[in-house]
T-cell receptor, first 111, second 114 residues
Framework: RKEVEQDPGPFNVPEGATVAFNCTYS??????FFWYRQDCRKEPKLLMS???SGNEDGRFTAQLNRASQYISLLIRDSKLSDSATYLC????????????FGSGTRLSIRP | DVKVTQSSRYLVKRTGEKVFLECVQD?????MFWYRQDPGLGLRLIYF???????EKGDIPEGYSVSREKKERFSLILESASTNQTSMYLC?????????????FGPGTRLTVT
């Protein structure tokens, strides 16, 4: 079983739709959680950190469920510019060697 | 704004060549990382450095070495390039305790080994 798993997609949704991704992790000692966004042929960039209480940034909401060991990303009122690959990142025990990236979920927003 | 730069965007090398990939960051970050990204496998950590002259192996260090002589510069060396090292190489940096804070990535180097 992979340490961090994501549905690779692609998710193909119409503009204005709400879309949600989940990311599961296997190590209960995981401490820090992030969502990164990667556009085609570009480098990953931080979208948002994920806090235990959940957090929201505009149209984006991130949640952490420690009991079930997953994090989620919800995008409301999706825009064409949201088309990208979304990477889930989990850090275990604050050690650099245990920063684990998921393979990413590809999202495509259609007009 | 943090800027992470990589020496080349595209590189083509022959099997057996020694390859140097350079990365420079301008924000005085303690931590620097080298990853490779392959389809379906995501980003995998090759090496990490938390200070000048300090390094730690990541998940896939075989066939690679690194050098960090100055805080702003982190080099990845392929001692003898092989075709299975054809990949996208991404450098990143971060401050503070590694893994707690955001990583800033360079634009990547797409290396092809023929």
């Amino acid at each position: 079983r992979k340490e961090v798993e994501q549905d690779p997609g692609p998710f193909n949704v119409p503009e204005g739709a709400t879309v949600a991704f989940n990311c599961t992790y296997s190590n209960s000692a995981s401490q820090s959680f992030f969502w990164y966004r990667q556009d085609c042929r570009k480098e990953p960039k931080l979208l948002m950190s994920v806090y235990s209480s959940g957090n929201e940034d505009g149209r984006f909401t991130a949640q952490l469920n420690r009991a079930s060991q997953y994090i989620s990303l919800l995008i409301r009122d999706s825009k064409l510019s949201d088309s990208a690959t979304y990477l889930c990142v989990v850090n275990i025990r604050s050690s650099a060697s245990k920063i684990i990236f998921g393979s990413g979920t590809r999202l495509s927003i259609r007009p | 704004d943090v800027k992470v730069t990589q020496s080349s965007r595209y590189l083509v090398k022959r099997t057996g060549e020694k390859v140097f990939l350079e990365c420079v960051q301008d924000m005085d970050h303690e931590n620097m990382f080298w990853y490779r990204q392959d389809p379906g496998l995501g980003l995998r950590l090759i090496y990490f450095s938390y200070d000048v002259k300090m390094k730690e192996k990541g998940d896939i260090p075989e066939g690679y070495s690194v050098s960090r002589e100055k805080k702003e510069r982190f080099s990845l060396i392929l001692e003898s390039a092989s075709t299975n090292q054809t990949s996208m190489y991404l450098c990143a940096s971060s401050f503070g305790l590694a893994g707690i804070y955001e990583q800033y990535f360079g634009p990547g180097t797409r290396l092809t080994v023929t």
